[in-house]
């Protein structure tokens, strides 16, 4: 047996029998290689990352988690050979000086692994996995736990790395999942990850909004992008105002493509002037008008406080609060 054969042990025939490309199979098996050796990295913010990072004695990797989870330059002896071997041929090293850099990060939840962007997410194809995915998928799973209607069709908006339509497929195996994103890197990456999941039902695809969906759909979960950009990344920018434009508009789609007792459940953030939530009262307003029945609340009043000084938008906000909105159509 060869080293890259340990790497693939036979309890995994799903990677074996991959039909991806060269790359994509490789970022599989080496996904799969993270699971069987325990490995676990949480993803935290921006502002945490740079701080731990430069700390002294970080400059460079030390172990598997510093090269996969921190984004650190290694030199190749710090990593098993065999693994080295699969991020090679994954495409995902890149050179730095007499070493190499990662160009994904790989982070866990509850038990499973997302491959994503590495750190900084300066890419206009950034997949963003941080903080609010955390609060994103506790959101889905409270709601799920509560939920008395079967889920038959899902949509995930603006799915990123699928974290949110993997959480709806493990709990509802049968259920279709569509998990969707304007960002290819994002279909393919959520793709992958399903994969590593291990579920059937997630269907990763490429759509602005729902505009190359057809149908209805009895639960539409969605993080978008909340932040004014500059640099209009996409996994990022929100438009509108203060970044509330991509969330508005999945509140328009929801009104528009849910089934009767179909729920939105919508977690954002929004930028608070003089007290005023201008996403809380828009959304609503559009809401009420459909005859839903909706309920709002703050998970965090304050995230990204950085923003408050670093971003001209927010000149005038006293806070950036994560929220999450459900909305239900009345049968």
């Not at 994103?136 to 699928?162: S, T």
């Not at 602005?208 to 909340?226: E, H, M, Q, S």
């Not at 201008?278 to 950085?306: I, M, N």
């Amino acid at each position: 047996m060869n080293a890259l054969e340990t790497v693939l042990p036979d309890r995994h025939p799903q990677a074996a029998a991959s039909s991806e490309s060269i790359q994509d199979a490789a970022l599989l098996r080496l996904g799969l290689a993270l699971k069987d050796r325990g490995y676990r990295y949480t993803a935290v913010t921006p502002a945490t990352h740079n701080l731990v990072n430069k700390r002294t004695g970080n400059e460079w990797a030390q172990q598997v988690e510093d090269v996969l989870g921190w984004s650190r330059p290694f030199n190749a002896d710090v990593l098993p050979a065999a693994l080295v071997a699969l991020m090679r041929e994954a495409g995902i090293l890149r050179e730095h000086g007499d070493g190499w850099r990662c160009r994904l990060r790989a982070s866990t939840l509850n038990d499973s692994l997302f491959f994503h962007s590495a750190y900084p997410t300066n890419d206009t194809d950034a997949v963003f996995f941080g903080p609010d995915t955390y609060r994103f998928v506790g959101a889905i799973d409270q709601y799920l736990a509560a939920r008395a209607e079967p889920v038959r069709r899902v949509a995930d908006i603006g799915c990123g790395a699928g974290p949110g339509a993997i959480a709806v497929a493990l709990r509802h195996p049968h259920a279709e999942v569509l998990a969707i994103d304007i960002n290819d890197q994002a279909v393919r990456l959520a793709r992958i990850n399903a994969k590593l999941a291990g579920t059937d039902n997630v269907h990763p695809m490429h759509s602005n909004l729902l505009d190359a969906v057809g149908g209805t759909f009895d639960l539409i979960i969605a993080n978008p992008p909340y932040m004014i950009d500059p640099a209009q990344r996409a996994y990022r920018h929100g438009g509108g105002a203060l970044g509330e434009g991509l969330s508005l508009s999945i509140v328009d789609v929801a009104v528009q493509r849910l089934s009767p007792h179909g729920t939105l459940l919508l977690y954002t953030g929004v930028a608070i002037e003089r007290g005023v939530d201008a996403f809380r009262v828009a959304a609503t307003k559009t809401l009420q008008a459909a005859g839903f029945e909706w309920h709002y609340r703050e998970t965090d009043p304050d995230v990204f406080s950085e923003e408050l000084v670093s971003n001209p938008a927010y000149s005038h906000a006293e806070r950036i609060a994560a929220v999450v909105l459900t909305a239900t159509r009345p049968g």
